[in-house]
Nanobody, 124 residues
Framework: QVQLVESGGGLVQAGGSLRLSCAAS????????MGWFRQAPGKEREFVVA???????YYADSVKGRFTISRDNANNTVYLQMNSLKPEDTAAYYC??????????????????WGRGTQVTVSS
């Protein structure tokens, strides 16, 4: 069982930055791939970025060059650094964990554990 708790969301102006954190419980964190998804009001949940257990990363085209995912296995934490934020980045951001590997990490259905989300609001 893995429990995930996101933090770091908030209100920021367009062009600003935020860093989200996802703290995971459990002793096998390093064996999980971690993903970030987001969901805006009235829209479906969408993939943002993922990092495999080995450190390979996968980004949605909409965030490439602006967002960076990293993980700290010693502290059971994954981070999402978000720069050059745009109003269209406004959404609830969710952290998720899976034992899957490869390009399927962009698919929400492969994730077994989810956090409750943290709200990011970007004003224009």
């Amino acid at each position: 069982q893995v429990q995930l708790v996101e933090s770091g969301g908030g209100l920021v102006q367009a062009g600003g930055s935020l860093r989200l954190s996802c703290a995971a419980s459990g002793r096998t964190f390093s064996r999980y791939a971690m993903g970030w998804f987001r969901q805006a009001p009235g829209k479906e949940r969408e993939f943002v970025v993922a990092i495999s257990w080995s450190g390979s990363t996968y980004y949605a085209d909409s965030v490439k060059g602006r967002f960076t995912i990293s993980r700290d296995n010693a502290n059971n934490t994954v981070y999402l650094q978000m720069n050059s934020l745009k109003p269209e980045d406004t959404a609830a951001y969710y952290c998720a964990a899976t034992r899957s590997v490869g390009v399927v990490l962009s698919r929400a259905y492969v994730y077994d554990y989810w956090g409750r989300g943290t709200q990011v609001t970007v004003s224009s």
